[in-house]
């Protein structure tokens, strides 16, 4: 990657597209401090990551930054409740009531009301994928970063989870980056980028002029 | 707004064919209307203030598309029209070809465009919506134009006529490339396709003809 | 800490198999190294019992020709001064004849305490027909001198001491102590009995002991903390010996033992680490995609590490417990079994609780040191690999 210089507005909903090998998930994960730029910075909220200890960037990650992978990536071990109680925990704040509660509400909103006691393995591809979804919110991250959500999901899944993820875009004003192929998802961002070898090739955002 | 829009709107709105049809026809056989008229007053507003009622949400894509229906049917039943006023213009010896790129459903402005070059004086050639870029080099080889007009809506579009764009202008650096349509109303749009003009509206098409 | 300790359970929970068969191998390790420990220990210490269990471990002896006259005070001043020393029992010991009509055979009569001398040699249960004497002139016979003598219980011979006299004496009873060097040699009588015979006063010629049981390998300690007591006076002191002097060959045998207990124990110990250590190594690449989750989330390094610590925590202290168990029940077949044709054990188990708990403790740091590295691999996994590989 090289020359990228982007900044997302607060409460966006960005699309970041391009062929497989471009770059973009690279950029997801630099952008989610998953992965350390070899130069440059990456400031979220104010700060810069490079000059953050292992500690702060988990923090970072913890509070302010949500994942939803194309593998959806749930602990299989674990039931959809906890997953989804699972940031919280690693928060180390005590579990109350409220916090149950409220992971209860976001699989309400995902509409896994009826399955939220089943282990993450004996899940469909849509309902871990929505699973997820609501995981990525449990903290109230100001960012949610997004590579391929609806990448092994078919159309109708697609359709459910691209309604979602803009619900909760309006509804609690989060920022969200998604890299995808699907142009469904793409044409109905606020902002369209394109990465082409490692540079931005094409960067439109949809403000009627 | 034009006096006779009230009540195209209305037989469109009932999806009354006939009656639309032969209103918009008869308002140009009877001259009360010009044909550019007919296109910028009736048919383009027609279509841009289309909105669903609420209580026909469920069916609103179909009431879309059979207006659509109506408004293309008008178009090509113009066409007579355009041949008409060619026979009374200058004719421009150059070549356009028109299209809509690969994925790109939206034509109606596409074939307004292109009546609009006709009556303009251009030989100008539509030649569909949703065509593949190898398509379209294919077709500028066979027509060897002296202009490409592309019409985007739809602004994820702008991804591909970025590349359609370079690749006319790697191949056939000569030609002149046109766009137009509403994606390229969004922020940054324009900047990414190469062009030699952008026009917001059909008309501006006479602008070209002038240049010649 | 509750959440990784929650994970961990998890973890290991989710693999049933592969974590009973962990605990499995951790507990079949420590049970062989409790099996092999009780078998060892207690083979030892039958042996060790077998040899100088009904002896005398320390003995204090007279000069040559002399006798102790004033032996209750030496006792009580050493039970007071010398620590470790059981049970003291002055003896008083003539060698003569026994004259049965025209047999005649040589004899060692040993003249005793019964009640402490009971407490070394247990009488008790060595006798195999009569009883332990009691009055003076009454005498227990070595089943050898049945067949020599041709004697029976109540009979009465003559003890003859050359150059000192003949004594009458009654056989009350006959004893056993399987080896035959005693049984042919021996006749045993109070104090009085040899003491009259020999014609002295209420004298005895040494004073044998026994060290208690768990000091037994301090045995030349105690005996020069024993010689200690005794001041030269120019008169001559008393000589004291123990066991360990008169039975070298004895303690090296037990020493190679002890030091190839410690070496199979040693090794056990380390294939066990080896197995947990590989193990957990391989759950950690199992569960690297979930740790990569985690991470994602914003699990700290030290959470993640924690996780396979607890890991390995909870397979050795599972181990161990079943392990502890798996040990005591092959040890309680082994001697329920494994049977001599008397009805006792062929080995006899020594089951020290202080050893088992050692291994059990052993078992548990080893996972805990082996489940080090598997950890540190953990902390040090980056997200992103985790991601791409997937
Ligand atoms: C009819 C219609 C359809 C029809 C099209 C049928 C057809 N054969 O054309 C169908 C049902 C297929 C359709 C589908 C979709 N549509 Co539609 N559609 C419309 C609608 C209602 C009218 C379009 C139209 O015909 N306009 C009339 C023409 C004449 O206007 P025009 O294209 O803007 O052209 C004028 C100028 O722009 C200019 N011009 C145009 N091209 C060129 C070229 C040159 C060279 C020049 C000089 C000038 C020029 O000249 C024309 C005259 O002034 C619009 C609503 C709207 N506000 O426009 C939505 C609209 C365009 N669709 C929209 C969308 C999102 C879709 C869909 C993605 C999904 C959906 N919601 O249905 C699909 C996409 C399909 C695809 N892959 O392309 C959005 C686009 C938003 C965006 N950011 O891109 C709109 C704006 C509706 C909305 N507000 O959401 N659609």
Redesign the interface.
């Known amino acids: 990657m090289f020359g990228i210089n982007l900044a997302f507005e607060e409460g966006s909903f960005n699309s970041i597209i391009g062929q497989s090998g471009s770059g973009k998930s690279t950029l997801l994960n630099i952008l989610g401090s998953l992965d350390r730029p070899t130069s440059g910075d990456i400031i979220i909220n104010g700060k810069n990551t490079k000059n953050m200890s292992n500690t702060e960037i988990a923090v970072l990650r913890n509070e302010s930054l949500g994942f939803i992978f194309q593998f959806h990536y749930l602990l299989p071990e674990f039931t959809a409740l906890e997953n989804v109680l699972m940031p919280y925990r690693i928060s180390k704040r005590p579990v109350t009531e409220e916090t149950i509660k409220y992971a209860n509400e976001l699989l309400d909103i995902v509409g896994l009301t009826k399955v939220k006691n089943n282990l993450a393995i004996n899940m469909s591809g849509g309902q871990q994928q929505r699973v997820a979804i609501a995981r990525s919110l449990m903290n109230n991250p100001k960012i949610i970063l997004a590579d391929e959500p609806t990448g092994n999901l078919d159309s109708d899944s697609t359709e459910q989870v691209y309604e979602l993820l803009r619900k909760i875009n309006r509804q609690f004003g989060t920022t969200f980056i998604i890299i995808t192929h699907d142009r469904h998802i793409a044409e109905k961002a606020d902002r369209i980028i394109e990465i082409k070898d490692g540079r931005i090739n094409l960067d439109i955002s949809k403000t009627n002029a | 707004m034009n006096q006779y829009f009230e009540k195209f709107e209305e037989y469109l709105s009932q999806e009354d064919k006939d009656n639309s049809v032969n209103y918009v026809l008869k308002l140009l056989d009877e001259k009360l209307l010009t044909l550019e008229q007919v296109y910028m007053e009736l048919l383009v507003p027609a279509q841009h203030t289309f909105v669903c009622k609420e209580e026909d949400k469920e069916i609103c894509i179909w009431k879309e598309h059979s207006r659509t229906s109506i408004i293309r049917t008008i178009l090509e039943c113009t066409y007579p029209k355009v041949i008409e006023r060619r026979k009374s213009i200058n004719k421009i010896d150059k070549k356009v070809v028109i299209f809509t790129p690969s ?1 790109e459903y939206h034509e109606i402005g596409a074939i307004i465009v292109n009546n609009y070059f006709q009556i303009a004086g251009f030989n100008s050639q539509y030649i569909g919506a949703n065509t593949p870029k190898n398509d379209i080099i294919l077709a500028i080889k066979a027509y060897k134009p002296d202009y490409v007009a592309i019409s985007v809506t ?3 579009n ?2 591909v006529t ?1 590349l359609i764009a370079q690749e006319i202008r790697k191949q056939y650096p000569h030609v002149k490339i046109i766009i137009g349509g509403q994606a390229f ?5 324009i900047n ?1 396709v190469e062009h030699d003009y952008y026009m917001i509206k059909a008309e501006n098409v006479f602008d070209i003809a002038k240049e010649v | 800490m509750k959440l990784a300790f929650s994970i961990a359970v998890r973890f290991l929970k989710s693999g049933k198999f592969q974590t009973w068969f962990i605990i499995l191998g951790i507990a079949i390790g420590v049970s062989v190294q409790v099996f092999i420990g009780s078998l060892i220990s207690g083979l030892q210490k039958s042996l060790v019992d077998k040899t100088i269990g009904n002896s005398s471990q320390i003995t204090i002896q007279a000069p040559t020709g002399e006798y102790l006259s004033d032996y209750s005070d030496i006792i009580t001043s050493l039970s007071t001064n010398v620590d470790g020393i059981k049970i003291y029992s002055p003896t008083i010991t003539a060698r003569g004849t026994l004259l049965e009509g025209t047999d005649t055979s040589p004899v060692v009569m040993r003249g005793f305490d019964f009640e402490s001398a009971n407490q070394i040699y247990s009488f008790n249960e060595k006798i195999t027909e009569g009883r332990i004497p009691t009055a003076i002139n009454e005498i227990a016979l070595g089943i050898g001198f049945k067949d020599s003598l041709n004697i029976d219980l109540n009979d009465q011979i003559t003890f003859d001491i050359p150059t000192i006299g003949a004594t009458e004496v009654t056989i009350v009873g006959f004893f056993d102590f399987k080896v035959s060097a005693i049984n042919t040699a021996w006749a045993i009588t109070g104090l009085n009995t040899v003491q009259t015979s020999l014609g002295v006063g209420n004298v005895v010629d040494s004073i044998e002991s026994q060290i208690e049981d768990d000091l037994i390998f301090d045995a030349e300690v105690i005996s020069a903390s024993v010689e200690n007591q005794f001041v030269n006076d120019g008169e001559g002191i008393p000589t004291v010996s123990n066991w360990i002097q008169s039975n070298e060959e004895l303690l090296s045998g037990l020493q190679g033992q002890s030091i190839s207990s410690i070496m199979i124990q040693v090794f056990v110990m380390i294939s066990v680490v080896l197995a947990i250590a590989s193990i957990l190594a391989i759950i950690v690449m199992q569960k690297s995609k979930q740790i990569g989750i985690l991470k994602a989330m914003g699990i700290q390094n030290g959470d993640a590490s924690l996780i396979f610590l607890f890991e390995g925590l909870i397979l050795g202290v599972l181990g161990a417990v079943f392990g502890v168990l798996l040990g005591l029940g092959l040890s309680y077949a082994f001697t329920t079994f494994a049977l001599n044709s008397d009805g006792t054990p062929v080995v006899p188990l020594f089951i020290d609780p202080a050893f088992i708990a050692l291994s059990a403790v052993i078992a548990i740091v080893a996972s805990l040191g082996a489940s080090l590295i598997p950890a540190r691999k953990s902390s040090k996994l980056s997200v992103i690999e985790v991601i791409r590989n997937a």
């Open positions: 994925e739809n602004y994820y702008i991804v970025k109303l969004q922020q940054g749009a990414q």
